[in-house]
């Protein structure tokens, strides 16, 4: 039981005291309460199938949950990578699963596959915010709402025999602190069983030395901390797939045919396909959903909402509230505001200043025009006088000339009419 004392720093502290019950209470049911209410809820499970188109992840997946998904071949042509999600309700005695598969379509069909990790980021990325907005809504619905994160990638590696593609490395290098990747052999029944182990070796030297974190079953619970060191051991787990079934005795048995005889999907020593579903389905689900939640989300959930100027601690590393920070950012708002304002103001003044300038600039020049047009016309109009006086006084002179001319050419006729 406990108890809250106030010691003399003020502080709270906390004292733990065992007591002994006098009879039966009745809280040694809440775990069959967890496990009833959890049935009753049921439980969602996202798994993610990263491989080139016809690597065998559908037939995979028919294989796993022992159904057929109905699912249709993708084209090899496609000019980018996509994502394609479908949602089942799957039920085994009184448990029901909601599970989303969700498949690459077009992955590795590119000449250029720099970009082919960026739907698959994008998606899982999406899946996040999409939790994330949920929880920040002042009415969330968690309860209701369809979970779609990713809880496990199984990335389909090509049977080879030579190790991983650049591809794999720079796509799980990318995923491998947003989600847990289980990488896996695709189609091991196309390669032999020593050159398998060699391949299994190449692949995790090659993870390791590239630094990509592949997910670890977990061993620190003792119910199961045997069985997943081992199977971690194992991985890459080499599987086949199918829809066929052959008899064996009076048993209809999940495997492959050839010419030269058959592999049985869940027999051991052909494949590790029971390993995997062992593992994924039968040991780790439940820790897989929540090392999304707690460890992939929770990773997302830091630094978006860092990135949205939320913190912890202030620069002197003291502890700031979530209210400290809203009202720290909204005076910041507020500041900037009212400097952009300020700062628009100033330039409005300037820009009229300017304009007023120009304007003044350009009376200046009008004044200028006006009078050396007047200027110009006053030289033209006394031009204009000068040349009419100048032409009335030669008017005149004409005028003169010509009486004179008449006076003299009539005395000349006068002269001449007398001689006669
Ligand atoms: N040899 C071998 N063939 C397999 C295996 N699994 C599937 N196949 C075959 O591979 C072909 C493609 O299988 P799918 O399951 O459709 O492959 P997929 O990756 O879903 O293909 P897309 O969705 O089109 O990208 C089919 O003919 C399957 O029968 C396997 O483990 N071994
Ligand atoms: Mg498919």
């Not at 209470?25 to 959890?38: M, T």
């Not at 027999?267 to 959903?289: G, Q």
Request: glycine share 4%; net charge neutral; hydrophobic share 35%.
């Amino acid at each position: 039981m406990a108890s809250a004392e106030v010691c003399a720093a003020g502080k709270v502290e906390n004292q733990m005291r065992t007591l002994k019950l006098a009879g039966h209470v009745g809280f040694d049911s809440l775990p069959d309460q967890l496990v009833n209410k959890s049935v009753q809820n049921g439980f969602v499970f996202n798994i993610m199938c990263i491989g080139e188109t016809g690597l065998g992840k559908s037939t995979l997946m028919d294989t796993l949950f022992n159904t057929n998904f109905e699912s249709s071949p993708s084209p090899h042509s496609l000019p980018n990578v996509k994502l394609k999600s479908n949602t089942y309700e799957l039920q085994e005695s009184n448990v029901k699963l909601k599970l989303t598969i969700c498949d690459t379509v077009g992955y590795g069909d590119q000449i250029n596959k720099d970009d082919s990790f960026k739907a698959v980021v994008d998606y899982i990325d999406a899946q996040f915010e999409a939790h994330l907005q949920e929880e920040l809504k002042i009415k969330r619905s968690l309860s209701t709402y369809h979970d779609a994160r990713i809880h496990a990638c199984l990335y389909f590696i090509c049977p080879t025999g030579h190790g991983l593609k650049s591809i794999d490395l720079v796509c799980m290098k990318k995923l491998d602190t947003k989600v847990n990747i289980i990488p896996i052999i695709a189609k091991a029944d196309s390669v032999s069983k020593a050159e398998l182990q060699k391949f299994k070796t190449k692949i995790i030297e090659e993870l390791q030395a590239n630094g990509v974190h592949i997910y670890q079953f977990p061993t620190d619970d003792e119910s199961v901390a045997e069985v997943n060191t081992s199977m971690n051991a194992h991985v890459p787990f080499a599987v086949v797939g199918s829809t066929e079934f052959i008899r064996i005795g009076n048993k209809q048995i999940r495997a492959r045919q050839y010419i030269w005889g058959s592999v049985q999907v869940e027999n051991e020593s052909h494949c590790d396909f029971v390993k995997l579903r062992e593992m994924l389905i039968r040991t780790n689900m439940e820790d897989m959903r929540e090392k999304t939640h707690t460890r992939h989300y929770e990773l997302y959930r830091q630094k978006r909402l860092e990135q949205m100027g939320f913190t912890d601690v202030d620069s002197d590393n003291k502890p700031v509230s979530f209210q400290q920070t809203f009202e720290a950012k909204r005076s910041n708002h507020l500041a900037e505001l009212q400097q952009k304002e300020d700062e628009m103001r100033q330039m409005f003044v300037v820009r009229v200043k300017e304009k007023e300038a120009e304007l003044k600039d350009s009376e200046k020049d009008l004044h200028a025009k006006f009078d050396k047009l007047k200027k110009d016309h006053a030289e033209e109009k006394r031009k204009l006088e000068e040349s009419r006086k100048k032409l009335e006084e030669e008017f005149v002179e004409f005028s003169r000339r010509k009486a004179q001319l008449t006076a003299s050419h009539h005395t000349l006729t006068l002269g001449k009419s007398k001689k006669k």
